[in-house]
């Protein structure tokens, strides 16, 4: 499944409660009906003072060609004029978000692991937006997040759904790949994974210790963001069970 993930910022003068207004009232209907959507998420931070940002947006689509008709390129934020609704869409975000303040990112999805049957609403989830280490090539780094690292990240104490999304255009991509990790309880985030404040794993949890240690091998850790928020389906059309 592909997937555009925006990391939403909210304009200046607008407050934290304003801005979520206007985004889950507002603009999620029509999110929704952007065609060629199969699924949409909304994950609003648990900690908006402590957040990086002030919510996810992900939107999934079938193929790579449905999601460029509809909201451009990795290159570009321009939708197709043709996609009625995706334009819209578009011009809609202009009212409430600093559209050059967030990034987005565009990749194709993997579940790891999952013992929630597919049904994500609801859960809590952390979402790593990584950066490889400097010197090191997108083709190592990603290699080595495949075969060393996202072992341990799927046997993290409290783990009930891991993805990994890879970007369908390393060049063009803002980040070099977003791992999710979702929990049924906001406690058990915590206790795995630190604070929305903090970038440290509690070291008395085993797993989530060696793997906080193993980022140190291929990430850039202080430059890539991470977002602790609640997810919210607004919309599912798929076969929910791994998508």
Same mark, same amino acid.
């Given at each position: 499944m592909y997937k555009h993930v925006a990391l939403l910022v909210r304009q200046d003068g607008l407050t934290h409660d304003e801005f979520r207004e206007?985004?889950? =009232? &507002?603009h999620a209907p029509l999110a929704r009906d952007i065609e060629g959507v199969v699924r949409y998420h909304t994950v609003v931070p648990t900690d908006p003072e402590a957040s990086e940002f002030d919510g996810i947006a992900e939107?999934?689509?079938e193929s790579l060609a449905d999601l460029h008709d509809a909201l451009g390129s990795p290159g570009s934020r321009d939708s197709d004029p043709t996609k009625e609704v995706a334009a819209t869409a578009r011009e809609d975000v202009d009212d409430f978000l600093a559209v050059d303040g967030r990034p987005r990112f565009i990749g194709e999805e993997v579940v790891q692991k999952d013992e929630t049957g597919g049904d994500? =609403? &609801?859960l809590y989830k952390h979402s790593a937006?990584?950066?490889r280490k400097e010197g090191m090539s997108h083709g190592s780094f990603r290699d080595y997040w495949q075969t060393e690292h996202t072992p341990l990240a799927r046997d993290i104490e409290g783990v009930v759904r891991y993805h990994t999304v890879y970007p369908t255009d390393p060049e063009a991509a803002e980040f070099d790949g977003v791992?999710?990790?979702y929990f049924e309880t906001l406690e058990e985030l915590h206790d795995a994974l630190g604070s929305p404040g903090s970038r440290d794993y509690d070291p008395t949890k085993e797993v989530a210790a060696?793997?906080?240690e193993d980022?140190?091998?291929f990430l850039a850790v202080e430059e890539r963001p991470r977002f602790i928020g609640r997810e919210t389906v607004q919309l599912d059309e798929t076969d929910a069970e791994g998508y």
């Open positions: 206007r985004w889950l =009232d &507002g939107l999934y689509f994500t =609403d &609801g937006f990584l950066v791992a999710e990790l060696k793997a906080r980022v140190d091998n």
